[in-house]
């Protein structure tokens, strides 16, 4: 007599967890933002929000609050939290011509709003749906381009998600 072997029945196989998945998924976004941030060593002309949020948050690293670049007048006209969100990396690596440290600062938060999608996607519609929708973020250009060049758009997808 020949012994089979017989498939677990579906509720006792065990399945990844959906945290353990979404790490995944965000463990490989944060790879491509890196990748992506190494890929573009200069900065291309004309992004002046880029240069605006570089040399703010470097100002503010340096005790010179919010100010027109260099020019110690009052200014409103960027929102302040990116510059607010990259000045302790300008504060821990100083100035940089790359602006590498606050790039990958990007890269990092950009990965963790895409954790953030999947989270919302599970919430709303269940686990399967949260796990595409991270793995969406993680791969739209519209997200992780942004990461890259030091815009603002990646902290407002993250407090929209």
Same mark, same amino acid.
């Given at each position: 007599?020949?012994?089979?072997?017989?498939? @677990? %029945? /579906? &509720?006792?196989?065990?399945?990844?967890?959906?945290?353990? #998945?979404?790490?995944?998924?965000?463990?490989?976004? =944060? +790879?491509?933002?890196?990748?992506?941030?190494?890929?573009?060593?200069?900065?291309?002309?004309?992004?002046?929000?880029?240069?605006?949020?570089?040399?703010?948050?470097?100002?503010?690293?340096?005790?010179?609050?919010?100010?027109?670049?260099?020019?110690?007048?009052?200014?409103?006209?960027?929102?302040?939290?990116?510059?607010?969100?990259? @000045? %302790? /990396? &300008?504060?821990?690596?100083?100035?940089?011509?790359?602006? #590498?440290?606050?790039?990958?600062?990007?890269?990092? =938060? +950009?990965?963790?709003?895409?954790?953030?999608?999947?989270?919302?996607?599970?919430?709303?519609?269940?686990?399967?749906?949260?796990?595409?929708?991270?793995?969406?973020?993680?791969?739209?250009?519209?997200?992780?381009?942004?990461?890259?060049?030091?815009?603002?758009?990646?902290?407002?997808?993250?407090?929209?998600?």
């Amino acid at each position: 007599m020949v012994e089979r072997d017989v498939a @677990a %029945p /579906a &509720s006792t196989r065990r399945t990844p967890r959906f945290g353990t #998945l979404l790490l995944m998924i965000v463990v490989g976004a =944060l +790879g491509l933002r890196i990748g992506y941030v190494a890929a573009i060593k200069d900065r291309p002309d004309g992004f002046y929000d880029a240069i605006y949020y570089q040399l703010q948050s470097e100002g503010l690293a340096n005790g010179e609050g919010f100010s027109i670049l260099r020019r110690h007048q009052p200014n409103a006209d960027h929102p302040p939290m990116t510059a607010l969100v990259l @000045a %302790p /990396a &300008s504060w821990a690596f100083g100035l940089s011509e790359d602006e #590498l440290p606050q790039r990958l600062t990007m890269a990092l =938060l +950009g990965a963790g709003v895409v954790g953030l999608v999947g989270l919302a996607g599970n919430r709303v519609a269940g686990r399967r749906v949260g796990l595409v929708a991270a793995g969406v973020a993680a791969v739209y250009p519209n997200f992780f381009m942004n990461d890259g060049i030091l815009m603002a758009e990646t902290l407002a997808a993250g407090c929209v998600a």
